[in-house]
């Protein structure tokens, strides 16, 4: 049997450097180098190797919705709250209840937000 680890996430962004900035402002990402190629594709770090790759595409329709999204954890979940308020950046629980979170049945507590291209961005205190 095959095991597995997670490496990257890739998205289609219409604007690279828009994109950069605000995982950066929001995450505090570090931008790595894009070893694959030597295409306008940027990479950032998101901690213990995993990658998040932003992939031009200033043409590309962009379609979300919210059961398509990613999900980072934080064992401060209140404090990251507190910088999304500060940042003017709304959040909602599942259900789109705008400022609220959400603690699951397992007692996970959650939020989501949306980046510059509109896709959805879970961040939960499961750590």
């Given at each position: 049997?095959?095991?597995?680890?997670?490496?990257?996430?890739?998205?289609?962004?219409?604007?690279?450097?828009i994109?950069?900035?605000?995982?950066?402002?929001?995450?505090?990402?570090?931008?790595?180098?894009n070893?694959?190629?030597?295409?306008?594709?940027?990479?950032?770090s998101?901690?213990?190797?995993?990658?998040?790759?932003?992939i031009?595409?200033p043409?590309?329709?962009?379609?979300?919705?919210?059961?398509?999204?990613?999900?980072?954890?934080?064992?401060?979940?209140?404090?990251?709250?507190?910088d999304?308020?500060e940042?003017?950046?709304?959040?909602s629980d599942?259900?789109?209840?705008?400022?609220?979170?959400?603690?699951?049945?397992?007692?996970?507590?959650?939020?989501?937000?949306?980046?510059?291209?509109?896709?959805?961005i879970?961040?939960?205190?499961?750590?």
């Amino acid at each position: 049997m095959h095991t597995f680890s997670f490496n990257h996430i890739a998205l289609s962004v219409r604007d690279v450097d828009i994109s950069i900035k605000f995982y950066q402002k929001v995450f505090h990402f570090k931008e790595i180098k894009n070893t694959a190629s030597n295409s306008k594709t940027r990479w950032l770090s998101i901690g213990e190797d995993k990658q998040l790759h932003l992939i031009p595409r200033p043409n590309f329709e962009i379609k979300v919705n919210k059961a398509v999204h990613f999900a980072l954890s934080t064992a401060d979940i209140d404090s990251f709250v507190v910088d999304l308020k500060e940042l003017q950046i709304d959040y909602s629980d599942w259900k789109n209840t705008q400022k609220k979170d959400y603690v699951r049945n397992d007692g996970i507590l959650q939020i989501y937000f949306q980046d510059p291209n509109g896709y959805w961005i879970e961040v939960n205190n499961d750590v």
